[in-house]
């Protein structure tokens, strides 16, 4: 079965330091995902991403985060000056299409630790 | 987007089904309802949705009340591998929704 995969699983980065979490999404999908979630809180939308661009992002995407699709098959999310808050779960996710009929397929996340 | 409402926890004995509801009375005629799950310390996984009919997969059964004002996921035999949280989510149907959005969901607890 496809999967969304993530990697690393673990980051652990000083405050101050760039990060960059990576991606690879379903390979037929066309919409791309991020989202976080702080220890005991609920998932949180990040960004959306369609055709190269930025299609929707929340609040918490300020100008420190940053994605791309550098090629054909990754996805990556950069944190430019890290922050002991940014530490989280970063799920990335896919999706075939952008409507309600369609699923959306989680990867099992990067653990990122801000020291 | 529109709301949902799900009790915040719940436990049922392994072996056993179980019926998790979740109240959406402002659901528009468009909205399908979306079922995710998350084990603990994974991501959310896909579970069901639909959008008027019953539906059955491999995983669930969906439930969709009549007024579509309500649904219930119904696990058909508990594992100790199904204990999660469990989100019922509404997605809009056209083309301009772009995100699947998460509240709180409800804890599920299956006891061996």
């Known amino acids: 079965e496809p999967e969304v995969t993530q990697t690393p699983s673990h980051q652990v980065t000083q405050m101050g330091q760039e990060v960059i979490l990576r991606c690879v999404p379903i390979?037929?999908?066309?919409?791309f995902y991020w989202y976080r979630q702080i220890l005991g809180q609920k998932v949180e939308f990040l960004v959306s991403?369609?055709?190269?661009?930025?299609?929707?992002k929340s609040e918490i995407f300020d100008d420190q985060f940053s994605v791309e699709r550098p090629d054909g098959s990754n996805f990556t999310l950069k944190i430019r000056s890290t922050k002991l808050e940014d530490s989280a779960m970063y799920f990335c996710a896919s999706s075939r299409t952008r409507t309600g009929n369609t699923e959306a397929f989680f990867g099992q996340g990067t653990r990122l630790t801000v020291v | 987007d529109a709301k949902t409402t799900q009790p915040n926890s719940m436990e049922s004995n392994e072996e056993e089904p179980v019926h998790l509801p979740c109240n959406h009375s402002?659901?528009?005629?468009?909205?399908?309802i979306h079922w995710y799950r998350q084990l603990p310390s994974q991501g959310p996984e896909y579970v069901i949705h639909g959008l008027t009919s019953n539906v059955n997969n491999r995983m669930a059964s969906l439930a969709i009340a009549e007024d579509r004002k309500s649904s219930t996921l119904i696990l058909h035999r508990a594992t100790l591998r199904d204990a999660a949280v469990y989100y019922c989510i509404l997605r809009d149907g056209k083309t301009s929704y772009d995100k699947v959005i998460f509240g709180p969901g409800t804890s599920l607890s299956v006891i061996p």
């Open positions: 991403f369609y055709n190269n661009e930025i299609s929707e």
């Open positions: 390979s037929n999908h066309l919409y």
């Open positions: 402002t659901i528009s005629g468009t909205d399908y």
